[in-house]
Nanobody
């Protein structure tokens, strides 16, 4: 069974940091692009960041550039999202995503999704 399991969400004050992780299992995700989306209350799910299977290519939403960093471990089956200088508008459920094709991943047409982890940033 394919699973993407997120961890690391929580409550943090504005200006603080959080590190999300997503562990993949059930198939060979080492050859998959992986990424993060988020969905705030009353809003549509939006792209945050993605990383290629090799880790050599990354892509960020404008809202994440300069503050968030996506990375993956050497085994390439765990992906991380380091979030710094958090703002109240970053409050959302963050979802891990994966697909063999990065072009599908960055537009949310990927095949696999995690269940989400809540990030709340207080002002």
């Amino acid at each position: 069974q394919v699973q993407l399991v997120e961890a690391g969400g929580g409550l943090v004050q504005a200006g603080g940091s959080l590190r999300l992780s997503c562990a993949a299992s059930g198939r060979s995700f080492s050859s998959y692009a992986m990424g993060w989306f988020r969905q705030a209350p009353g809003k549509e799910r939006e792209f945050v960041a993605a990383i290629s299977w090799s880790g050599g290519m990354t892509h960020y939403a404008d809202s994440a550039k300069g503050r968030f960093t996506i990375s993956r471990d050497s085994a390439k089956i765990t992906v991380y999202l380091q979030m710094n200088s958090l703002k109240p508008e970053d409050t959302a459920v963050y979802y891990c995503a994966a697909d063999i094709r990065m072009d599908l991943l960055v537009v949310g047409a990927n095949r696999y999704w995690g269940q989400g982890t809540q990030v709340t940033v207080s002002s």
